[in-house]
């Protein structure tokens, strides 16, 4: 794992932080992810008292392995301003806080031949991240109790867990290969796991839609 030295941060809003959160734990290169409130003026907003903030995801990534433009790439491939109710709380957002962030921004948009108006997308510099509420990191990972316990006898904090190098890869795996890890949390259960249980099971990435 690389130092927190070693690592720069991207923030992205791109709808509900749930699937964001696990889909960018996967990728090479990105160390940590949590999710949050950005975006907005509201001071200390939570989930239920949001205000004018957006939900985000926030990734610390080692530039060595994966650049800011890589991750822009990935955040504008996957957003789909359609498919999320029309609020604030889901905008689409990117967060530069450099000239050389806006240039990949600008380069990833033309190279697409598209506008941050054509992809809805709004542009602009983080001005504070508030974390979301525990529950909210890790979500997908947080579901898949048999992970969880693991997590639990090691004796890992809510902050642990969300700060966590492995708890973001294994957040993403399990979102991604939800129908095998619900039945392996099953095994004792001696039951067939059908594959509605599956589904109910672990839910799907919001950014699948
Ligand atoms: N309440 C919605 C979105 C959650 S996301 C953290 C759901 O359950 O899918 O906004």
């Not at 579901?143 to 992970?147: G, I, Q």
């Given at each position: 794992a690389a130092d927190r030295e070693a690592t720069d941060t991207a923030t992205f809003g791109l709808g509900c932080?749930?699937?964001p959160d696990a889909q960018f734990g996967t990728m090479d290169g990105v160390v940590r992810t949590r999710v949050g409130y950005a975006g907005g003026s509201k001071s200390n907003?939570?989930?239920?008292?949001?205000?004018?903030h957006t939900e985000v995801v926030q990734v610390d990534f080692d530039p060595a392995v994966v650049t800011y433009r890589d991750l822009v790439?990935?955040?504008f491939e996957e957003h789909n301003?359609?498919?999320q109710p029309p609020k604030t709380q889901y905008e689409n957002v990117v967060f530069a806080e450099t000239a050389a962030q806006r240039?990949?921004?600008?380069?990833?948009?033309?190279?697409?031949g598209r506008t941050a108006d054509d992809v809805e997308t709004r542009i602009e510099r983080l001005s504070r991240f508030y974390p979301a509420e525990d529950y909210h990191q890790k979500y997908r990972l947080r579901?898949?109790?048999?992970?969880m316990s693991a997590f639990e006898e090691a004796s890992y904090s809510d902050e642990d867990l969300r700060?966590?190098?492995f708890a973001a890869t294994?957040?993403?795996y399990v979102d991604e290969f939800a129908e095998l890890a619900v039945p392996r949390a099953r095994v004792d259960s001696a039951s067939e796991p059908t594959l509605d249980g599956r589904k109910a099971g672990l839910g799907h990435p919001a950014l699948a839609v």
């Open positions: 932080f749930w699937g907003p939570s989930y239920h008292s949001l205000g004018d790439e990935v955040a301003p359609q498919a240039d990949a921004i600008g380069a990833v948009l033309a190279a697409a579901s898949a109790s048999f992970f700060e966590s190098p294994l957040n993403g």
